[in-house]
């Protein structure tokens, strides 16, 4: 080693501890604050009961054996008890199934990778993507179109509108994802304890480290409680994806769909290295929203904590291992005591309401009857 | 054009006005001829098959046909040929809807379709596809490389994306092996699947049937009541005009009358794919909206004259391929005589084939026309059911880069 490198990198790693001891103390004016959801402008409650009857409905998936619900299960906190989630037939997914609740305030960056901008190009997504639930969109929508049921809903709820078509009220794919969305519109927090101001002290106590000490309001703020960013927290990859050859030829299919280079020699997940393709990028994944995680569990982009406790472990411990320069600086080891893990998890648990209540829409089948006086009628 | 003035001219104008009118005669002659078609020697004779299929430079297989052993390509097209990894869900392979036990084809009018879903024609057999030029009904396809993908990938065939068909069989250590064999490639690449399966359709050909036999001077490999078939296959029943060749096509494109079929009125199911496929090919609203029957060829250019039309079908292997027509709605080699010998059955768009008239067939010329179309096919072929090869894990059999 030459003469005075030595000296000059003992300065940058002082420096650079000096800064990220500064990261430590985290002003939470410097992140949009926490609070109450705002409200919503109520959907019309025709496209809702149109939404959800097509929410659960089989005819919306290539082989009419999934449905929106399989993955997010109305039960299950809209997405599923499993690490990983399921998939398409004859495919498994290599990542949870997150949740769908509030998910109208999240404005941007849908899916763990952030890849669709809007709700409507994440529904084209899910109904089309040979891993979700393989369907022709065009297909779909002569599916739906032989239902009376649907066809009369949709008449009643977009009577007065054209979607992707030159006839008022008529079932397009178009209008079958806007009613998914008016549908989602109703899947919001209901009755939260946080947004109600009823913390209990230990809660508040949990707040109070949240914005500060365990500086979780660094990613987790604003009242969706997420920055809706990229992040590389240093998760432990899921051993799952690539021990079972039928999630990892999943992955190495999305992969080759999203044109990720070196796909056959990966082994972790990329995230949002995915889009970005900057190497600086691999291993980051969109933040997700803390409300309603008592519904919601195991946790992270793969699952693999179970519970709240395993995650209030991870951060304090300072994150998982990547190879350096990789991991967020924000996640540091943060030294909480017993007591202090405990408010914290009294504090998130506050962000959960009562479960979305939900009645089945019935008769859903994916039964076709033929149409009278075919021979005569417009298609 | 010059000169052929200048010629005219030349002449004194009795003799050129003599020579133009017998010019005109023997013009008007030879374009009657054609616009008729009745003359056979206009047409390919009918002729045995070659002994194998023409083979493209781009996808070379063996010079050799069924039952000769298989070479390397064509092994692993008949084990991907049987392999539901070829499909959206893994629920169905190429020989589900090519069954060996239904002639290649599938027995029921109207094809099964992907899990969920009907088809909404009838399903052809492989066998001898290698020799056509055209394939599907619509004739919208020139080479059995490019039909195996509009058939793995179609919504109401296979529905299989091209990612994930092809990560499946990188993830399957015996199809690395095998394609890395053939191809010589690290990993299975799912183009080279489609020229392996297409490898081995050339290879499913059947050229030893009856006629064949026949054709190459085997008196008595036909009965006398099939010659007597065949001659009014050619002439009286006129079914040459169309049905020529070694492959009995002239793979041009009529609207012969056939009626549609029941499962349009009375099945939802399959109104859902009728009207998606008038939906997907691309049709205008006014012929969305009314369109009732299958407008076959007209899907490609959108002219009203080609509704209706559909390729000649080639009709060897018939025997084992019933039901008949792109829509399966003649069910036995007989109803098909009969329905020709009507001169067809209806006339939607003013479209049906001049060719098509009464025939006045006898109970007798009925029989020996089927005896000698039985003569088209022989043995026939069954495969055994190729056990397909399972996933591994990757490091199982991969080392770790």
């Known amino acids: ?379 | 054009m010059q000169s052929f003035k200048q010629y005219f001219n030349a002449g004194s104008g009795l003799r050129s006005k003599i020579f133009m009118v017998l010019f005109t005669v023997l013009l008007l002659t030879m374009s009657s001829t054609v616009l008729a078609g009745g003359d056979p020697d206009m047409d390919p004779p009918l002729a045995p098959l070659p002994d194998y299929p023409s083979i493209p430079t781009d996808n070379p297989s063996g010079k050799n046909v069924y039952p000769s052993k298989m070479d390397k390509k064509q092994d692993l097209g008949y084990l991907l040929f049987f392999d539901p990894k070829i499909s959206g869900d893994t629920g169905i392979s190429c020989a589900d809807c090519h069954d060996p036990k239904m002639g290649w084809g599938f027995a029921d009018p109207i094809s099964r379709g992907y899990p969920g879903t009907v088809h909404w024609r009838n399903s052809q057999t492989a066998v001898n596809s290698g020799y056509l030029n055209k394939i599907f009904w619509e004739g919208g396809t020139t080479s059995l490389e490019s039909q195996a993908p509009a058939a793995a990938e179609g919504a109401l065939a296979g529905n299989g994306s091209k990612d994930m068909m092809e990560s499946r069989l990188r993830f399957t250590p015996e199809y690395v092996k095998r394609f890395k064999d053939v191809f010589g490639t690290e990993w299975p690449n799912i183009e080279h699947a489609y020229d392996a399966m297409a490898a081995f359709e050339r290879w499913l050909s059947q050229t030893d049937t009856p006629f064949d036999r026949f054709m190459k001077g085997d008196k008595n490999a036909i009965s006398a009541k099939a010659k007597k078939g065949m001659e009014l296959f050619q002439g009286k029943a006129n079914c040459f005009e169309c049905h020529n060749g070694p492959m009995f096509t002239d793979e041009k494109f009529y609207d012969i009358g056939v009626a549609d079929p029941p499962e349009f009125l009375e099945e939802g199911i399959n109104q859902v794919s009728f009207r998606y496929q008038n939906y997907a090919k691309g049709s205008t609203e006014e012929s969305y909206r009314t369109a009732k029957s299958d407008h076959g060829i007209y899907f490609k250019q959108k002219r009203a004259e080609d509704r209706g039309k559909f390729r000649t079908a080639p009709l060897r292997y018939t025997k084992y391929t019933a039901p008949y027509m792109h829509n399966g709605t003649l069910f036995t080699l007989d109803e098909v005589v009969d329905f020709y010998d009507k001169g067809g059955e209806i006339d939607r768009w003013g479209n049906k084939s001049k060719i098509m008239k009464p025939l006045n067939l006898t109970k007798e010329e009925k029989g020996a026309l089927v005896e000698f179309l039985l003569t088209l096919s022989g043995e026939e072929i069954r495969l055994p059911v190729p056990k397909v090869p399972d996933y591994a894990p990757m490091a199982d059999w991969q080392p770790k880069k």
């Open chain 1, 1 to 379: 080693m030459k003469k005075g490198i030595l000296p000059a990198m003992l300065i940058v790693t002082a420096v650079l501890l000096v800064s990220s001891a500064a990261v430590r103390t985290v002003a939470a004016a410097d992140y949009p604050d926490i609070g109450p959801l705002p409200e919503r402008k109520a959907p019309n409650p025709k496209t809702v009961e149109l939404g959800k009857a097509l929410f659960f409905d089989a005819r919306l998936s290539g082989d009419a054996a999934i449905s929106c619900a399989t993955c997010h299960n109305s039960e299950q906190g809209f997405t599923t008890r499993m690490p990983l989630s399921e998939a398409y037939p004859g495919s498994k997914h290599w990542r949870n199934s997150p949740t769908l609740l509030n998910i109208v305030y999240k404005g941007k960056m849908h899916g763990w990778d952030g890849r669709l901008d809007d709700l409507d190009d994440m529904l084209r997504d899910m109904i089309t993507d040979s891993m979700n639930m393989n369907m022709d969109m065009q297909l779909m929508q002569e599916r739906l179109k032989q239902d009376p049921k649907i066809v009369a809903l949709t008449k009643e709820a977009y009577g007065d509108k054209n979607m992707g078509t030159s006839q008022k009220g008529e079932m397009t794919h178009y209008v079958a994802r806007n009613a998914l969305i008016q549908f989602l519109e109703t899947l919001t927090s209901k009755n939260v304890p946080f947004d109600k101001g009823a913390l209990s002290e230990k809660a508040k106590k949990g707040m109070e480290l949240f914005k500060g000490k365990a500086g979780c309001i660094q990613c987790h703020n604003g009242t969706y409680f997420s920055d809706v960013k990229p992040h590389n927290t240093g998760v432990p990859e899921n051993p799952e994806i690539f021990n079972d050859p039928q999630r990892h030829f999943t992955y190495v299919a999305y992969m080759m769909f999203m044109g990720v280079d070196d796909r056959m020699n990966w082994r972790r997940d990329v995230g949002y290295y995915t889009l970005s393709k900057d190497r600086n990028d691999v291993g980051k994944f969109i933040t997700p929203t803390l409300r309603e995680l008592k519904y919601t569990a195991p946790y992270m982009h793969n699952g693999v904590f179970g519970s709240l406790d395993e995650v209030i472990d991870f951060y304090n411990a300072g994150g998982g291992q990547d190879r350096p320069g990789m991991k967020d600086p924000a996640v540091t080891p943060l030294g909480l005591t017993a007591g202090e893990k405990e408010a914290l998890k009294e504090f998130l648990l506050s962000l959960s309401g009562d479960p979305v209540a939900f009645e089945m829409p019935k008769g859903v089948t994916v039964e076709y009857q033929p149409l009278p006086d075919w021979k005569n009628m417009k298609n």
